[in-house]
């Protein structure tokens, strides 16, 4: 996670506080009108915005890794001792996951495969859900239309971002999320934010933690240590205090300029092109988890707005962010979107591999 020296001097300092300087406006002006999840969606659509208005926004790689830590320690907020109270229903609910998981899978290749015309590799990984970045290296491997996945990825991910903040306020509210205090809900006192020393302590664990799982190569590993350091003190009961609201702007918003940097390699022309099929497989796919997630809300008494981010077909960190910013047990959440993205990195090169060999047999025939 640390970068070197030379690689801080490569940096391009005036683009990256152009990112942030945009990614804050977007996020404060989200804020003022009371958008939800203002300080995420506002930064996000800000920065996808200018892109498609001719900047050219990058974040370095060690930006992000350090956004991905402070994100995760913002996250581990979430957790309280009575979380564990939840862990004894979860089993019916993560195999409820593995049918939805399927089912969303299916519903947005046939979409693509079928309506769209796309080839078999390309409908397959455009349609996995979350673990973008996985999916993408993996979806290369595989000679899948890359253009195509990473358009049909990137769609589902800012659409689901951009209005889930919305399509979830009504069902948030009156509703306290299974494992949550109700005492974080709206209308309580907030007592004072942990000290400077404390969030020393933190960034200290961090540091020490980090090189041990990115040399094990743990899949989200960084934003995993940062849960971790911050979630275990929760989870006891040793911290009870929230974080300093500045520290969750920074890493609300950080998030948010990286996701919304990616839509600058998507010219508008072919996101136009694009963007009916996509959206017609996204809803395929969001069709199926709702369908799923009702069942596990029934089956289970749990608010369906946090069994439907814990399936829905959103990237791991945008959809704990969201229950976190909801009051919606991100523990639950990222739980269950963590058992997907295993299953996943477990099955997906299986799946890379029958796909490789197959074109290999078409190559030499």
């Avoid at 940096?11 to 300087?21: A, F, K, P, T």
């Avoid at 934003?223 to 500045?246: A, C, Q």
């Avoid at 799946?351 to 030499?364: A, F, I, P």
Wanted: net charge positive; charged share 10%.
């Amino acid at each position: 996670m640390r970068p070197s020296l030379h690689t801080i001097k490569q940096v391009n300092w005036l683009n990256l506080i152009e990112l942030y300087g945009i990614a804050f406006i977007g996020g404060w002006l989200a804020h003022l009108i009371d958008f939800p999840a203002s300080w995420l969606t506002g930064s996000l659509v800000a920065v996808a915005a200018a892109m498609f208005a001719g900047r050219t926004l990058t974040m370095p790689n060690w930006v992000r890794d350090a956004a991905f830590v402070l994100i995760g320690l913002v996250l581990g907020t979430g957790f309280s001792p009575e979380t564990l109270e939840a862990i004894a229903t979860w089993p019916l609910s993560i195999a409820i996951l593995v049918v939805n998981v399927f089912a969303m899978t299916w519903g947005a290749y046939a979409v693509l495969r079928h309506i769209g015309k796309w080839d078999h590799a390309s409908a397959l990984f455009a349609s996995l859900p979350g673990a973008l970045g996985y999916v993408m290296a993996i979806a290369e491997a595989a000679k899948a239309d890359m253009p195509r996945v990473s358009i049909a990825q990137s769609i589902r991910l800012f659409v689901l971002l951009a209005v889930l903040p919305i399509a979830l306020s009504p069902f948030s509210k009156g509703e306290t999320a299974v494992g949550m205090s109700a005492a974080t809900g709206a209308g309580a006192a907030q007592p004072d934010p942990v000290g400077l020393e404390t969030l020393g302590l933190m960034l200290l664990a961090v540091l020490l933690l980090a090189p041990i799982v990115q040399r094990l190569k743990v899949p989200a590993g960084l934003l995993l240590v940062g849960m971790f350091t911050s979630g275990s003190l929760y989870l006891t009961g040793t911290l009870t205090k929230p974080l300093p609201d500045w520290f969750t702007i920074i890493g609300f918003i950080s998030i948010g300029a990286l996701i919304g940097a990616r839509f600058g390699s998507i010219t508008l022309r072919t996101l136009l092109d694009l963007t009916r099929i996509s959206l017609l497989s996204l809803a395929a796919s969001v069709l199926m988890a709702v369908s799923t997630a009702s069942l596990c809300a029934w089956l289970l008494d749990f608010p369906f707005a946090q069994v439907f981010l814990a399936f829905s077909p959103g990237g791991f960190e945008a959809m704990v962010l969201l229950a976190f910013l909801f009051d919606m047990n991100p523990a639950y959440v990222a739980g269950h979107h963590l058992v997907r993205y295993l299953g996943l990195v477990f099955f997906a090169p299986i799946v890379t591999d029958r796909l490789t060999r197959s074109q290999r047999r078409k190559e030499h025939a």
